[in-house]
């Protein structure tokens, strides 16, 4: 586990102080939200149906603009930002890709977003190539991004996002709809974005994904932030997770039944339990 | 008795060259709980269509072979007719909810079958009581969230009297506890009342401990049909129709790769404590030895 800097630290690229969020329904969806993201981390944000955990992430690149409370972006206030400015740094997939699709190929969705940051006909042809060459779309890029599957529309979406090359990235329950096949492709790429530099974001209920890859996790509920631990420490309490609407991995879950027999409750992975196993001769 | 039995059923969309759905045969029993499991374009959503008939009523497409359901030709009814005998739940709640309220939304479906007044508020009430959403009968469907938006979508279905229940990922967006409540339901419905339920998924996880047979489906075809200690047990077959075995299966097999003892076959966190806990006993005993 790589240690991350001290939250708000000089590393950070968003930061969000007491960030309250009411709808024009009425409905508060966050109750003051204090979170600091630094460069390079893997955060994963979960919660439960109606947690707050959307409305959260989109605040972070002003799709949602706060009722109160200040969000920094770099260190520079986001409020006075626009929505294309601060997508230069935080790009925001959205959970369902057809809300960001409309052109007529996928060569142009993806150049879509680098043409409009006034960069020349060149480098936005590199930067859609490199993007759509990452996300493994060149075999569809003269298609129609609605003609795709699922899998490879939220490929498009993540394509057309990074092509901007921003800091951070958000990804709204980018797993949602897919198998387990083209999960594992997606997740693996997101990975790949993460070592090369880029913040990772990964807003999802999906909670062997989180054990497998984040490395800092923020449970909400009631548009509060109720844990914010490394993975390890985010599963230790399977009561605080299931008032949460959530359930630790299988795995977590046995290691944590099987601790009266000597094995260690803090287990993330299949290996890492049947090590745990092997190591007392209990398997 | 057979609740759905399918022979020789072959179904094409039009204009495409594959079969969606290729299946000599399939039987499932009245009152069983089956999970057809498959990645996206298996064929599990054709298939949830061919009890109610919508493959191929409504569906068009080229259409081979015979679909029973409890003994009735699915062929020889409407699909209206059908939903007395089968409820059909789609992925998407949200496409099949319309009504002003969540008690209008159940009581359509009898209202519309001419059902005389007082046995619909029975219907009614016991279908929202059945799927958890008691007192909320009052809700637009709109107000209501994602988990219970669904769970709506069943009662609509339930006040049908149907005998069997088809469901086409009922958990979609779902969050961890939701699926489990809703699976619960669902296993409750089989349980008390003799329900014959169908669940289409991608992912075994939360489902294992409630179905009694899977049908394993890729590329349109059935590859496995069995009970889960069967289909799961078999991670290769798992693998090669491109779906993920229970994080306890996985345990187990890496387990079985290193040990000499009888292999364990646990699938649930609670079978796997009680195989691991009696091993672990049997062991400290033949250490003491």
């Known amino acids: 586990m790589i240690p991350h800097p001290v939250p708000g630290g000089p590393e950070s690229v968003l930061r969000l102080r007491n960030v309250k969020f009411t709808y024009e329904s009425g409905i508060e969806a966050l109750g003051g939200v204090n979170l600091s993201v630094d460069k390079g981390e893997y955060l994963a944000i979960v919660g439960g149906n109606g947690s707050g955990k959307t409305t959260l992430a989109k605040h972070m690149n002003g799709l949602l603009r706060p009722s109160s409370g200040d969000i920094l972006v770099l260190g520079a206030p986001a409020s006075s930002r626009t929505v294309a400015e601060l997508a230069r740094v935080v790009g925001y997939v959205f959970q369902n890709p057809d809300h960001q699709l409309f052109c007529g190929t996928v060569q142009e969705e993806v150049a879509f977003g680098p043409s409009n940051l006034g960069l020349g006909p060149t480098e936005v042809q590199a930067r859609a190539d490199h993007a759509i060459d990452i996300m493994g779309l060149s075999h569809v890029k003269g298609r129609s991004p609605l003609s795709l599957s699922l899998g490879l529309r939220r490929r498009v979406s993540i394509a057309s996002v990074i092509a901007m090359r921003p800091q951070v990235l958000v990804l709204d329950e980018p797993t949602t709809g897919l198998d387990a096949g083209e999960a594992s492709d997606l997740m693996s790429i997101v990975r790949l974005l993460n070592e090369e530099g880029s913040t990772i974001v990964l807003i999802t209920h999906e909670m062997k994904l989180v054990a497998e890859h984040a490395n800092r996790v923020v449970v909400m509920a009631g548009g509060r932030i109720v844990l914010d631990a490394d993975a390890r420490g985010a599963f230790s309490d399977p009561g605080l997770l299931r008032s949460s609407k959530l359930l630790p991995p299988p795995v977590t879950l046995l290691a944590h039944k099987l601790a009266p027999i000597g094995v260690s409750k803090d287990v993330l992975t299949p290996e890492e339990l049947v090590f745990e196993l092997t190591r007392g001769g209990v398997g | 008795m057979i609740a759905l039995k399918l022979e020789g059923v072959r179904f094409r969309y039009p204009g495409a ?28 959503t054709t298939l949830s269509f061919l009890a109610n008939g919508l493959v191929p009523k409504s569906v068009r497409g080229d259409f081979e072979g015979s679909v029973e359901v409890f003994g009735h030709r699915v062929s020889d009814y409407t699909v209206a007719q059908l939903s007395t005998l089968v ?141 889960p200690r069967e289909v799961m047990g078999d991670p290769a077959a798992l693998a090669r129709a491109g779906v993920s075995p229970p994080q306890m299966a996985e345990v187990a097999s890496l387990l079985n790769a290193r040990r000499k003892g009888p292999p364990f076959g646990f699938l649930t966190v609670e079978q796997a404590v009680a195989e691991i806990t009696v091993n672990a006993h049997r062991h400290t005993k033949g250490g003491s030895r």
């Open chain 2, 87 to 227: 409820g059909t739940v789609f992925q998407e709640p949200d496409s099949q909810l319309f009504c002003m309220s969540a008690e209008e939304e159940v009581a359509f479906g009898p209202e519309n079958l001419a059902v005389p007044r007082e046995e619909i508020a029975k219907r009614v009430e016991w279908a929202l009581d059945v799927v958890g959403l008691k007192g909320l009968g009052h809700r637009p469907p709109s107000t209501l969230s994602g988990g219970q938006k669904q769970r709506l979508a069943i009662a609509a279905a339930l006040s049908m009297k149907p005998s069997m229940l088809m469901l086409d990922e009922p958990a979609y967006a779902l969050d961890p506890v939701g699926r489990v409540e809703l699976y619960s339901i669902l296993s409750g419905l089989k349980a008390r009342h003799g329900m014959t339920v169908v669940v289409m998924e991608r992912d075994a996880e939360d489902l294992v401990e409630f179905t009694d047979r899977f049908v394993l489906m890729s590329g349109g075809k059935v590859q496995a049909v069995g009970p």
């Open chain 2, 17 to 44: 060259s594959e079969w969606a759905l290729d299946v000599p045969s399939l039987e499932i029993e009245r009152g069983e709980f089956v999970t057809v499991l498959g990645p996206n374009g298996s064929g599990k």
